[in-house]
Structures are given as structure tokens and as C-alpha cells.
């Protein structure tokens, strides 16, 4: 604790005496009632006194007879008295009545706490300094503790704001010694403090930066060996992970009205595949929510992870995903409509003219914005790249330009759908950072560096000199405004999407961008930096620069403005979301089971990912929809005209994460010889892919009959209505998809990226085929294949057609044949997804063509897509002259899976083929996927 906090107050000796001596009534306190109210009055009016003076007195551990006799003489007669104080001491909210000092019931001092914090905050600064004052005796960490209880509101009320950072030191360094788990004397005398800590503490105590999360890390790691400890708050499992040990894979199933957990190498009846689960400490958070008290379309948007409501208002928090594969977290916040007076009055001090005229704009539409500056690791995990001059993954990303932040928006926007981000307009941005004040600054009439970072060796009209830091702080590390939202005044101007104008004259009042139609005009930044003085804080500051300007001292946050996605402005009384529920994987018989949330949404969170659930209803485009034990389908119903309806079945196929490609173990063991280990070589280096969109796919290659009923004839030689079309190329698909998604409008189907297609065909494995490991025995003989494909190892064994391929000298077959071809659809047992034929009978056109393989994390990852390429067909020299001819090439497109007249080691989830756009074959089809939407 700082060296200037004073020694104990005395309060007329009160410190001396048991609290027990002041529980007599006193005439005093007699003279205090209302004149000639009845008693029933006098009782009610004595109570609400006392729990005045208890809440007053509710931000202290421990409550000395003289603290409470201090903040009671601080009030005045008319608001308590003696008797007040023996009121107090009876209190059902006491817990303990030592003679030293009391203490209150958790539960109470939470709430207590809260209500502290609605009192005006010269009460709250008044309070606070008394027991500052009062702590400068005992241990700094009673004071420290006392710090962290409070509200966030009641921080900023604080005497001095460096007792802050000094109480996140302390707590930092406890943590260092405890997080090893030394078993020292000293280490179990702190770790036994810190126990009470936790049982005292409040929610806000949680949340505090660099103080929440190491605490509970540290718990969790201190008390992980008790199968029925669970963290002392609802929290993020990632927040907790026990070093060095390795993912775990789990799979979540549908059984009635229940959640079922097994492991992934469970063979158990199941139930209803929904997911697979990862994590490393083996916590999962299951949280459901009723949309009706929060988001008002009754849905929440697909890219939002969690969402909530505090003392500041509503917050949502949407992800990206770096190249390790981390996730960074974004938090946002609901910014309500309403109106206001943009720019400086006349007489505010060291104003410019470009401030004015003042005049008022009305924000019609609400809009979300993020909560801090965008960070260099969000930056750098959408850019891939960091141009920031002071490196840091919480600071702000600076040295960045206008345009480069129209680069990072366009980016983002396309890994996150649905997201739609983009910079604020300039009324926006002052909207947000007045939050309801009209002062220079939103905290008032002049700022200290405790609250900004400027450069305080000149302060604003008259302040006084301060702190000069000479570079950014992480974002959120200052005080945020009454919204919540952090570092509005100073750290790094932020970018405003309007173009630069010298006043407001002419301005529009509608709060949407005031733009032009020169390209290149100067734009608009807000806000202040490190290295501006104060006066370049306000709220009403602009500055300018070219769209191309970069400097370390720009920087930018994002806002949504889109409509949708919006919260219920006012929850209903008594509604809120519902506690999560924590299973601990590693310390539960399996299968564990949990109440299915009977919510429209629920989520799901471990420490390497977070997934959302949704109910649905069927899709416009669905004659139906259900599930089973392989999980949820839809079907389609297609009328050729004559005869029965065509049905298609597709499967949903969850967001997730896998392993793309083969590792080179399993090369080294297939193949059998050089030629072999070559063309294993595309599927190299294996990597990890995360699809952060489900999707729905055709559970079998689109049959004959599903083509004739659209295209209205039959392109394949192995003709019957239920076997695979064949004889396709990838245009003739291109063709198909083009008329089925005119047959049923908002149907969208396209050909699935090769990622999708090796995930679907995966269904959560990782080994060379969905069943387990394969071992060739001969070229056309793999037993593992058998139940699961057609490949030249048995595409003979009962086939009936006349006109199958000649397999009478394919060497080595697992049975014995002399005709070959498919075979209809779903005879070979299904893969955990449901997906028939995923490996042999035809191959299967993917949309994109090859990617090059790398070690890094891929997300959403999509080949080439471009249909032709150009190159220098021929060069002729005539007459002097030289002539190029340029010739268009098809660019080769990849196909999967394998066929009914392919060697064993083709048949593999990994294999990759490359086949010409232009080219047919019988072994050749496809399947659709629909991806648009996340399940409409």
C-alpha cells in the first residue's frame, strides 16, 4: 500500500470499546424519529437508517467499532445516531460479533456492495478515504482485498486510483508463489488466506484484469484433485488449464432430454451425434440462454460467443482464431439511441473552430462498438502481420493507416459472417465517448494520466502537470466511462470513417457518416494519443490525416451499426441467464450425462474452443426434417415429371476442428514403395483446420435418379436410378447445381471445398479411414474397406450389370472377379456422420482446386477457385516480327475418395487426386453441400 496513508482515526475512544456497548437504546436516538409518525413508521424509519449506514460501511472486510462510528459522524444527526450504530450491530447481515471488528454474511456483503455502489460518488469517495485512513495500521492486504470487492463503479471513487494497480501487484505476487503448488509452511499460510479471500468474494472481484483469472487459475490448480471441486465463480475453462497435458477428444450426443458425454474411442449406443468436443483440462461450461431477455429477434447472430448484461449495460464478445490456433476474444458494447450535442460550446477552454458549431445530433439506430481499441493481437491474427512501434498483444494496434483499416475490416468480415463491421462515424464515436455527459471530458471538467494517457506535462485550462509515459498502455488498463468503454480519451487517436470537414457547418444530424465524393480526402480521428497534450483529449477534439497517413499514435476500434443483432433493451424483472453448468470430464463416470437445455440456444465452452447450439425448425427449402441416431437431417423432394418424387437426404455437418491430411507415419506404412511415398506427398504436412461453419451435405453422391429428375437425361455407362451419376465433369456439375437451386429457391447448393469434404468424410477420426487404421495386404486388398467401400478389391463381388470394367487382371483383389463397377448407394455401412460412399464407388468433385500444404493452422482454408489459367501458348518469329499466341488452360480441380476401380491405397480420407474440369469418367461424381447460413 502507498507510504502516505495515515495512521487510525480515533472516533472519541469508539475504537476502544465491543461493539456490545453500544446495543442499549438511547434517548438520542428517541429524539431522532419523526415527529409524531406511529411506531409502525418509527420501526420502518429506524431499519432503513441503519441499513443506510450498513451499506455505507459494506466495502470493509472487517468493520471496527471506530470505522462505524467514523462514517456514522460523517453522515450527520439527522442520518444517524448512536442508536443507529447499535442498530448495525444487531443486524441480521453480521456474521461475526468479535469485540474487535465484525463481519458480514458473503451472500449480504455482495449485495451490500452493490448497493453501495448507487450511492453518489462524493459519499462513495468520502467513505472510501475514511477507511483508507482506517487501514493504515493493520496488513495492506486487508486494504487490498477491500480494493478488489468493490464494484467497478466504486473503484473509480477510489482516493487514490494507484492503490489499484498497487492491490494488482500484490495479488500478482501471490499468485507467483502460489501457482508452483511449493508445499512450504509460508505457501500454506497464504494459500489458507487466500481460501477465505475466495469465499468472500464478490463477482467484480473476478473480473478484475490480472487479478480474476490468475485467482482462478491458482484455485483450480490448488483444489483440481477434489472430484467435487468446481471454480468459485461461472467462468471461461480456458481461463484454467493445467500445464502439459494433451487434447482430449470427446463426443457429444442427443438422448431424449439429455446431454451424453463419452470419449471418442467409446464404441457405446450413443444416441444422437450433435459434436465433438476438445479440451486439455478436461472442464466443459454449458450455458443456455433465453433469448427474451437479451437479444430482440429471439436469436443470437452466429458469430457471437457469449453476451451479457452488467453495471455498464449489454456486451457481446465474438472471436477470431491466430495462426497457433488461439482464440482472440473481442468484447463489444451496446451503445442505445438516443440524443445529443456534438462538438464544443464557445466558452470551452482551448477549444479550436473546427469544433463548431456546436449543434445536436440524434442516433436513431443503437449500434455495438468495441469495448477497447483493436489490439495488436487481434490485428495481427486477422492481418497475419504486426506494423504496431510499441509491441504488445494487449496494447492498441498503431501505426496504421485509414486504408489499412479498411483492409482489416474487409478481412474480418469475411472470416466472421455475419459480423459486418466497420469504423464508426464520426457523431458515433462522441456519442459513445460523452456517454451522457456534456463536460470536456466524460469524467468531468479535466482529466490526471491515473485516468488518460497524454502526455501530462501539459495538462488541460490550469491542471496540474503530470505523468508522461511516452508510449501506449494496454487497452483497458485505464478507467472506463459510464459505458464501459475503455482508453475513449487518449492512448492512440482513432479513426472515424467521415471525411475530414473544417467545422460542422452543413453537418448532418442523423449521426451517420458526413462522407464526400473525393476519394482520397483527408478522414476524421478522435479522441487524443499518448503523446498529445490534454486538451487533445476531449471529447469534442478532431484531428485529421490522409487515408494513407500512418504514425505510432493512430489507431482505430470498430463499430456494428447494421440492423439486427440487437439486445431487448430492458430485461424483465427477473429474468436473466441461467447459471452454467461445469462438468469436470476427469472426474466423472462416463457416459455423463446433464439436462439438455431446453432453451433455443445454448453454448458450450472448453478450453480450446466455444461452440453454439441452436434449435431449428425446418429450412423453406426442406420437404423434411428430423434426427436420428447419426444426428439431424433434412431432406429435399425433387418431382421429375413422372413417377414418384425424387429425396435427397442431406446431414448437418458441425463447425469444428480436425487434422487435414496424413501424418507421415501412416505414408511410411502404406506405401510400398517410392513411386508410392510420391504420390502420398500432396497430403503432406498434416495440419490443423478449424471450420467455423456447420454446413449441410447430401449423405450419398447425388444418383442417377436425383440427375434425370433435374437434367432431364443420364450421362452414366453403369446406369440404374440408385447408383452414383457418373460420366460428369466438374462443369456438368456446375450445370446440375445451377437447376436444382432454381427448382427450390433459397436451396444455395454448391460443390464442398476439399476441407469440407475430407472433415465430413473424417466424421471426427483420425486415422487413414473412418473405421481405424488400414493395412494393404496386395493392391486391391484391404479387409478395412470392405464394409465401408466399392474399391477394386470387391466392386466385382455381386455385380449384375453386362458392361462393367474388366477386372479379370487386376492384380491382388480381395475377391475373386472378373467385372467391375458402382453400385447403388448406402449398401456400405455409414460413417459416425451418417455419410454413405464417402470412400469409393465414384470420386468426388470438390469446388476448389489443390492448395499447397504448410504447418500452419489453417481456418475455412479454400483452394484456387479461378476456372482457367492463361499461358504463352507458342512464340513465332516471322519477318522480324515476334508473336505469342496465349492459350487458356484449365486449372485441375481436386477430387476425393477413391472409386470402385482404385487400389486400396487411394481409398483414404487424406488422398488427394487432380482431375481436369473438362474430363469424364464412369468412376467420376459428386455431392452437394449447402453453406450459406448457419442453418437456414
Not at 183 to 210: C, K, L, Q, Y
Request: aromatic content about 10%.
Amino acid at each position: 500500500m502507498s507510504a502516505h496513508c495515515g495512521g487510525r482515526v480515533s472516533s472519541g475512544g469508539a475504537a476502544a470499546l465491543s461493539h456490545r456497548a453500544l446495543s442499549g437504546r438511547s434517548a438520542t436516538r428517541l429524539a431522532a424519529h419523526p415527529v409524531g409518525a406511529p411506531p409502525r413508521y418509527r420501526r420502518t424509519y429506524l431499519r432503513e437508517r441503519a441499513a443506510r449506514l450498513l451499506r455505507l460501511v459494506s466495502p470493509a472486510v472487517r468493520i471496527e467499532p471506530g470505522f462505524l462510528r467514523a462514517v456514522r459522524l460523517s453522515l450527520g444527526a439527522d442520518e444517524a445516531d448512536a442508536g443507529t450504530e447499535s442498530d448495525v450491530w444487531q443486524h441480521p447481515a453480521i456474521a461475526s460479533t468479535h469485540s474487535d471488528a465484525a463481519t458480514l454474511e458473503p451472500k449480504r456483503a455482495r449485495e451490500l456492495r452493490a448497493a453501495f455502489a448507487d450511492e453518489p460518488i462524493d459519499r462513495q469517495r468520502r467513505v472510501l478515504a475514511l477507511l483508507r485512513t482506517w487501514r493504515g495500521d493493520l496488513p495492506q492486504e486487508i486494504w487490498f482485498e477491500e480494493i478488489c470487492e468493490l464494484t467497478a463503479i466504486s473503484r473509480e471513487a477510489l482516493p487514490d486510483a494507484a492503490d489499484l494497480e498497487d492491490a494488482r501487484h500484490f495479488f500478482a505476487h501471490i499468485c507467483d508463489r502460489l501457482e508452483p503448488i511449493t508445499n512450504g509452511p509460508s505457501d500454506a499460510a497464504v494459500g489458507t488466506w487466500m481460501s477465505r479471500v475466495r469465499d468472500r468474494a464478490t463477482d467484480d472481484f473476478w473480473t478484475i484484469d490480472e487479478i480474476g483469472t490468475r485467482m482462478l487459475r491458482v484455485d483450480w490448480l490448488r483444489n483440481r484433485h477434489r472430484p467435487d471441486y468446481r471454480p468459485p465463480v461461472p467462468c471461461d475453462p480456458a481461463v484454467t488449464p493445467p500445464p502439459g497435458q494433451p487434447e482430449r477428444h470427446y463426443e457429444l450426443y442427443q438422448q431424449g432430454s439429455e446431454l451424453v458425454l463419452f470419449p471418442a474411442s467409446s464404441i457405446a449406443a450413443r444416441g444422437s451425434y450433435i459434436g465433438t468436443l476438445h479440451t486439455e483440462n478436461q472442464l466443459v461450461q454449458i450455458t443456455s440462454t433465453d433469448p427474451n431477455t437479451f437479444w430482440k429477434s429471439g436469436q443470437p447472430p452466429p458469430w457471437a460467443n457469449d453476451w451479457g448484461t452488467d453495471e455498464y449495460g449489454h456486451w457481446v464478445t465474438f472471436s477470431v482464431e491466430n495462426r497457433q490456433g488461439n482464440k482472440v476474444t473481442q468484447r463489444m458494447r451496446w451503445i442505445e439511441p438516443g440524443a445529443f450535442l456534438m462538438g464544443s460550446s464557445e466558452n470551452e477552454p482551448e477549444r479550436s473552430s473546427a469544433e463548431g458549431p456546436q449543434h445536436p445530433v440524434t442516433i436513431n439506430q443503437g449500434f455495438w462498438l468495441f469495448d477497447t481499441a483493436c489490439t495488436q493481437a487481434l490485428w495481427e491474427a486477422v492481418m497475419g502481420k504486426n506494423p504496431s512501434w510499441f509491441n504488445g498483444a494487449d496494447r492498441p494496434v498503431e501505426n496504421v493507416s485509414w486504408n489499412d483499416c479498411r483492409d482489416f475490416l474487409e478481412r474480418l468480415n469475411e472470416r466472421v459472417p455475419g459480423l459486418d463491421l466497420a469504423l464508426p462515424s464520426e457523431a458515433q464515436w462522441e456519442y459513445a465517448c460523452r456517454a451522457g455527459t456534456t463536460t470536456p471530458f466524460s469524467f468531468g471538467d479535466n482529466i490526471t494520466p491515473e485516468q488518460v494517457n497524454y502526455d501530462g506535462s501539459y495538462p488541460y485550462a490550469g491542471g496540474k502537470k503530470g505523468r508522461y509515459r511516452q508510449e501506449t498502455v494496454p487497452v483497458a488498463s485505464l478507467p472506463p466511462n459510464r459505458w464501459g468503454l475503455y482508453e475513449m480519451h487518449g492512448n492512440v487517436w482513432e479513426w472515424c470513417q467521415d471525411n475530414w470537414h473544417d467545422n460542422y457547418k452543413g453537418a448532418p444530424d442523423d449521426g451517420w457518416a458526413w462522407e464526400g465524393p473525393v476519394a482520397d480526402a483527408k478522414r476524421v480521428l478522435r479522441g487524443g494519443s499518448w503523446n498529445h497534450y490534454a486538451r487533445g483529449a476531449r471529447a469534442a477534439s478532431r484531428y485529421r490525416s490522409r487515408p494513407g497517413g500512418r504514425v505510432d499514435y493512430f489507431g482505430f476500434r470498430c463499430a456494428r451499426d447494421h440492423a439486427g443483432a440487437e439486445p431487448v433493451t430492458k430485461l424483465k424483472s427477473g429474468q436473466n441467464r441461467a447459471e452454467p453448468t461445469l462438468l469436470r470430464l476427469d472426474a466423472a463416470p462416463f457416459p455423463l450425462r446433464c439436462a439438455l437445455p431446453q432453451a433455443p440456444a445454448f453454448f458450450i465452452h472448453t478450453d480450446r474452443e466455444r461452440l453454439t447450439f441452436r434449435r431449428l425448425t425446418k429450412p423453406a427449402w426442406a420437404s423434411a426434417i428430423g434426427r436420428d441416431r447419426f444426428g439431424l437431417w433434412c431432406e429435399i423432394e425433387i418431382d421429375p415429371g413422372r413417377g414418384e418424387p425424387v429425396i435427397q437426404r442431406l446431414r448437418w455437418i458441425p463447425p469444428g476442428r480436425f487434422w487435414m491430411g496424413s501424418p507421415e507415419e501412416e505414408t511410411k506404412r502404406l506405401a510400398k514403395n517410392d513411386n508410392e511415398r510420391q504420390s502420398f506427398e500432396r497430403e503432406h504436412p498434416r495440419h490443423q483446420v478449424t471450420l467455423i461453419q456447420g454446413y449441410w451435405l447430401f449423405d450419398t453422391p447425388c444418383t442417377q435418379a436425383l440427375w434425370e429428375a433435374v437434367m432431364g437425361q443420364n450421362p452414366s455407362r453403369f446406369q440404374s436410378p440408385t447408383r452414383p451419376v457418373e460420366q460428369v465433369n466438374w462443369d456438368d456439375a456446375q450445370d446440375f447445381l445451377k437447376k436444382i437451386n432454381e427448382q427450390i429457391p433459397t436451396l444455395n447448393l454448391a460443390l464442398p471445398s476439399e476441407a469440407q469434404w475430407e472433415y465430413a468424410c473424417r466424421a471426427g477420426t483420425e486415422t487413414a479411414i473412418y473405421t481405424g487404421d488400414l493395412e494393404i495386404l496386395g493392391q486391391h486388398n484391404a479387409p478395412a474397406l470392405d464394409p465401408i467401400a466399392w474399391y477394386g478389391g470387391n466392386s466385382g463381388v455381386d455385380f449384375e450389370l453386362t458392361n462393367g470394367y474388366d477386372s479379370s487382371n487386376w492384380p491382388e483383389k480381395q475377391y475373386p472377379h472378373k467385372q467391375a463397377g458402382t453400385h447403388p448407394v448406402k449398401l456400405k455401412k455409414a460413417n459416425p456422420w451418417g455419410l454413405y460412399d464417402m470412400l469409393g464407388n465414384v470420386w468426388e468433385w470438390c469446388q476448389d482446386s489443390t492448395r499447397d500444404y504448410d504447418h500452419d493452422a489453417k481456418i475455412n482454408p479454400v483452394g484456387p477457385l479461378e476456372r482457367h489459367a492463361m499461358r504463352a501458348n507458342f512464340i513465332q518469329v516471322r519477318r522480324g516480327k515476334t508473336t505469342v499466341t496465349n492459350a487458356f488452360l484449365s486449372i485441375p480441380r481436386v477430387l476425393r475418395g477413391g472409386s470402385c476401380g482404385n487400389v486400396a491405397r487411394n481409398v483414404c480420407a487424406a488422398f488427394r487426386y487432380l482431375g481436369d474440369p473438362d474430363g469424364r469418367s464412369p468412376d467420376i461424381g459428386f455431392r452437394c453441400a449447402r453453406v450459406q447460413g448457419e442453418f437456414g
